[in-house]
T-cell receptor, first 111, second 115 residues
Framework: DQQVKQNSPSLSVQEGRISILNCDYT??????FLWYKKYPAEGPTFLIS?????DKNEDGRFTVFLNKSAKHLSLHIVPSQPGDSAVYFC??????????FGAGTILRVKS | GAGVSQSPSNKVTEKGKDVELRCDPI?????LYWYRQSLGQGLEFLIY????????KSGLPSDRFSAERTGGSVSTLTIQRTQQEDSAVYLC?????????????FGEGSRLTVL
């Protein structure tokens, strides 16, 4: 039972343009959502998060949007840079419990 | 150390052998997690330790898998009678207050190859 789904295995974007990574979830009890970034041969690193009481959180070039009614969140990166090329994981949690991760989306930013 | 440390970084073993993977979390972090990533797959939850509470073992795929955390710090993940499908990168992560803040700090992983 995949509670967190990232339906796009990969995404290719031109440098300077916007990257939009999508994530859907099924558990309405999730109250905190996160994005992690992973480079090859490294562990994932935390990127940005959002509480279920908000619909938007922004940090520099990264913005996460949450649509609770649609059980959907997205990560926007603008402008995209070649160094953003990595695997992006969406994750969700119910307070005090384990993080549930999606399968990841490979982002390639072409220069 | 400053980050989560895992050892060994690479382990090649023969089918049927037991393996132990070690994780040293960030000092002071009360929560410790084990995940694994099989080739082409996402991060699969295995087990979660939070302070002195009973661990959440709901992600362990079979009774060949076990984990312990001694003294609230170092953790060891043990896989008995390894199978080829156990081949994966095993990732350990820690956090300050469990997952209520959600931010986990991951190690670089232990890559296990079962021949």
């Amino acid at each position: 039972d995949q509670q967190v789904k990232q339906n796009s295995p990969s995404l290719s974007v031109q440098e300077g343009r916007i990257s939009i990574l999508n994530c859907d979830y099924t558990n309405s009890m999730f109250d905190y959502f996160l994005w992690y970034k992973k480079y090859p041969a490294e562990g994932p690193t935390f990127l940005i998060s959002i509480s279920s009481i908000k619909d938007k959180n922004e940090d520099g070039r990264f913005t996460v949007f949450l649509n609770k009614s649609a059980k959907h969140l997205s990560l926007h990166i603008v402008p995209s840079q070649p160094g953003d090329s990595a695997v992006y994981f969406c994750a969700a949690t119910v307070y005090g419990n384990k993080l549930v991760f999606g399968a990841g989306t490979i982002l390639r930013v072409k220069s | 150390g400053a980050g989560v440390s895992q050892s060994p970084s690479n382990k090649v073993t023969e089918k049927g052998k037991d393996v132990e993977l070690r994780c040293d979390p960030i000092s002071g972090h009360t929560a410790l997690y084990w995940y694994r990533q099989s080739l082409g797959q996402g991060l699969e939850f295995l087990i979660y330790f939070q302070g002195n509470s009973a661990p959440d073992k709901s992600g362990l795929p079979s009774d060949r898998f076990s984990a312990e955390r001694t003294g609230g710090s170092v953790s060891t993940l043990t896989i008995q009678r390894t199978q080829q499908e156990d081949s994966a990168v095993y990732l350990c992560a820690s956090s300050r207050q469990g997952s209520n803040t959600g931010e986990l700090f991951f190690g670089e992983g232990s890559r296990l190859t079962v021949l």
